[in-house]
């Protein structure tokens, strides 16, 4: 009875050290599954920055060596379109004129320096970038980019589809879905189960 007592004993003392170890297999495991997945989306989150200041630094540069020509004529307008891909050109001067590279607009009841756009550029002094915002004609999101020049503003919209399109591509691990935040926080763009970014 006292061996069977003391064999039980042990058969129990070895059955706890095993769960014991096993708990502690799947912790140790567990812990470094996530380390590394954590590890993981840093480094495409990281990638995707990257990624998109150069394509923002891009377009700046193409403003800026527009800026150069001072004021802009339609012309030049329609060819920095066409050299930074962007939706739309502009500029609108210290007197309320606006020229735009589309020369079918309208702009007879529009004064430029009520624009947050242009506003934005005149207080920065310099290259400013607006939030992204719904285009009215596209209901696309977009960007401006806005120069302060001597005597007014150049300005250039951008959508931002193929930073979506980029985004929707990301692959991450296990269910994980990527999401477009602006600066203030605000969801711009989700990527739901399917796969598909919808704006909101």
Not at 70 to 90: C, D, K, N
Not at 150 to 176: C, F, H, Q
């Amino acid at each position: 009875p006292a061996a069977t007592l003391l064999a039980a004993a042990a058969a129990a003392a070895f059955s706890c050290a095993i769960v014991l170890l096993c708990g502690y297999g799947y912790a140790h495991f567990r812990s470094n599954t996530l380390e590394t997945t954590r590890q993981q989306l840093h480094m495409l989150a990281d990638k995707e920055a990257e990624g998109i200041a150069a394509w923002v630094q891009n377009k700046e540069d193409t403003l800026n060596a527009a800026a150069a020509t001072e004021p802009p004529s339609v012309g030049a307008l329609q060819l920095v379109r066409q050299a930074g891909g962007f939706l739309a050109t502009y500029y609108g001067d210290g007197q309320g004129k606006m020229l735009d590279a589309d020369t079918s607009q309208d702009y007879s009841n529009y004064d430029p320096r009520t624009r947050p756009w242009y506003q934005q550029a005149t207080q920065a002094g310099g290259m400013t970038i607006t939030p992204p915002y719904a285009d009215e004609v596209t209901n696309k999101l977009v960007i401006t980019l806005a120069k302060k020049l001597p005597d007014g503003v150049l300005a250039a919209d951008i959508t931002i589809d193929s930073i979506i399109d980029s985004i929707a591509g990301l692959k991450l691990p296990a269910e994980g879905f990527a999401l477009l935040l602006d600066q203030e926080g605000r969801i711009l763009a989700y990527q739901d189960r399917s796969k598909l970014l919808k704006p909101v």
